[in-house]
């Protein structure tokens, strides 16, 4: 089995951005509660500097091992990610938690789009076939006839936006970079935040709950999500990758379900859909691999400050470095 992981790491590719893709979803709520109470440029501003630093402060020698291209493919891909943060922030004020969710689920239709237009990268007909699936998955799940303003308008700005950081990631993520180009993305979105929310002035989060969902989205949603998806990319497709975060809304609802929420036909056959497309998604086009596959030493660091100890049974399943820490867990 572990010998098998270690030939195959899109496997453990894969099982790493279902695991970022849960994080997201969990903490969805979490976020529009936050954005009622507080600014949310001052929101984003916290929630992407604390993350940031804390990469830095974990890993420093990450970012002065990036050489000058790599700095500026971070500081780009983390503009393209803070004009998708503040739309979609500024999105899910007037927007339901279910249709955001569906909204930026359409990133799984904008990559491969992007990817053609920009990279002259044609989809195969198994991909096509895939963003179909996952697309009336999500559909059915979330899309509850809403009416369509200007929050909605934004949300598919953000996902149209994310989808174009998917893609870049795909063409300038490596595992010896994927750490510090996380970490220059997050202080890039951080302190364009800051610059974005300074004529209004920039405050501190007013109560500990506010306090705590930054933290929360910080950490979890943020630092350790972030060096996984930059990780992940450098062994999957852009197109791929895409396929996989639209189960984002798959564990919105299955985290709501265990809060109490009713579970409708439409949301158990729109998750099927989803994991069917990841199915049919398997199965195309790949990329040149190493034939060992390691989980880097930099994602060992992250996992002692998260406390993500999901990272521990990949770990132990593929024979990578073993990661210990705190056993804790929340985006």
Partial sequence: MANALRRRPRVVAVLLLLMASAIWGSTFVVVKQ?????????????????????????RPRALVRLGRRSWRHGVLLGVVLALGYMAQTFGLRSTPAAVSGFLIGLQVVFTPVIGWMLLRHRPHGRTWAAVLVATTGLALMTLRGAS??????????SSAVFALQIVGLEQWASVENAYGLATVQLLTIGALSLVAGAPGGIGLPPTPSIWAAVVLTAVAATAFAFVVQSWAQSHLSATSAAVVFATEPVF????????????????????ALVVLAMLVMGGGSRRALPSALHVPVELQGVAEVTGAVELQGVAEVTGAVELTGPRSRTT
């Fill in 252 to 271: 919105a609802g299955l985290f709501a379900w265990m809060s109490g929420e009713h579970m409708s036909w439409a949301l158990l056959v729109g998750g």
């Fill in 148 to 157: 369509f303003g200007v929050g909605e308008g934004l949300t598919i700005v």
């Fill in 34 to 58: 936050a954005i009622s109470q507080t600014s949310v440029l001052d929101f984003l501003a916290w929630r992407f500097i604390l993350a940031g630093l804390l990469l830095a402060a974990v």
